[in-house]
């Protein structure tokens, strides 16, 4: 071994002892348990955070919705809990036979616990698949106490009649079967008669 390549050895070895050194004396990473309570008891930060979530609600035994969502965030260190769905959610509407009846998409979402009121956001689609109906709009609410689903911002309904307007919202019941606009305008398909 030639003196230069056994310097580059000692020099290593060195390097490598106070690098041990120095990791053995310095001082750990701890957090007091207030830090801790104090930094999850923050309202900015969620409680529970899950990807690829499924929810299911179920009315004697029955299913009668399923909501799926790519992340789903749990905020409870609040005056007013609520799950916010930042991804986006799909919600499926059965009906009595275990057949989805309708539909809700939308790529921003939040469930207020306390009011049991779901608001969606962006890009909000709703389809009545039996009827072949549809809604858009930008914001819409779903207040699960009244079992209405509605919205204050301009929709458009496409029906086999044809296209409405909704100028000042609209509102529906749950399943989306009953629907009323408001300050409507459209075009009307008519049959011809022969």
């Given at each position: 071994?030639?003196?230069?390549?056994?310097?580059k050895?000692?020099?290593?070895?060195?390097?490598?002892?106070?690098?041990?050194?120095?990791?053995?004396?310095?001082?750990?990473?701890?957090?007091?348990?207030?830090?801790?309570?104090?930094?999850?008891?923050n309202?900015?930060?969620?409680?529970?955070?899950?990807?690829?979530?499924?929810?299911?609600?179920?009315?004697?035994?029955?299913?009668?919705?399923?909501?799926?969502?790519?992340?789903?965030?749990?905020y409870?260190?609040?005056?007013?809990?609520y799950?916010?769905?930042?991804?986006?959610?799909?919600?499926?509407?059965?009906?009595?036979?275990?057949?989805?009846?309708?539909?809700?998409?939308?790529?921003?979402?939040?469930?207020?616990?306390?009011?049991?009121?779901?608001?969606?956001?962006?890009?909000?689609?709703?389809?009545?698949?039996?009827?072949?109906e549809?809604?858009?709009?930008?914001?819409?609410?779903?207040?699960?106490?009244?079992?209405?689903?509605?919205?204050?911002?301009?929709?458009?309904?496409?029906?086999?009649d044809?296209?409405?307007?909704?100028?000042?919202?609209?509102?529906?019941?749950?399943?989306?079967?009953?629907?009323?606009?408001?300050?409507?305008?459209?075009?009307?398909?008519?049959?011809?008669?022969?």
């Open positions: 071994m030639t003196p230069l390549s056994a310097l050895v000692r020099k290593s070895v060195f390097l490598i002892l106070l690098a041990g050194f120095a990791l053995t004396w310095m001082p750990g990473c701890e957090n007091s348990i207030e830090t801790i309570n104090t930094l999850t008891r309202p900015s930060f969620p409680t529970l955070s899950r990807n690829d979530t499924e929810i299911r609600y179920t009315d004697s035994a029955r299913l009668k919705i399923v909501v799926y969502a790519p992340r789903l965030e749990r409870t260190n609040t005056d007013k809990p799950i916010e769905f930042p991804k986006g959610i799909h919600v499926d509407f059965y009906n009595d036979s275990a057949q989805i009846e309708s539909t809700i998409t939308a790529k921003y979402a939040r469930y207020d616990e306390k009011e049991k009121i779901w608001t969606a956001r962006n890009d909000v689609v709703a389809r009545n698949i039996i009827k072949n549809q809604l858009n709009t930008e914001e819409i609410f779903w207040d699960e106490n009244k079992k209405i689903i509605y919205s204050l911002k301009f929709t458009r309904i496409m029906t086999s044809g296209i409405f307007y909704g100028d000042g919202g609209f509102e529906a019941d749950q399943e989306f079967t009953r629907w009323k606009l408001k300050k409507t305008r459209g075009s009307v398909n008519v049959k011809d008669e022969e």
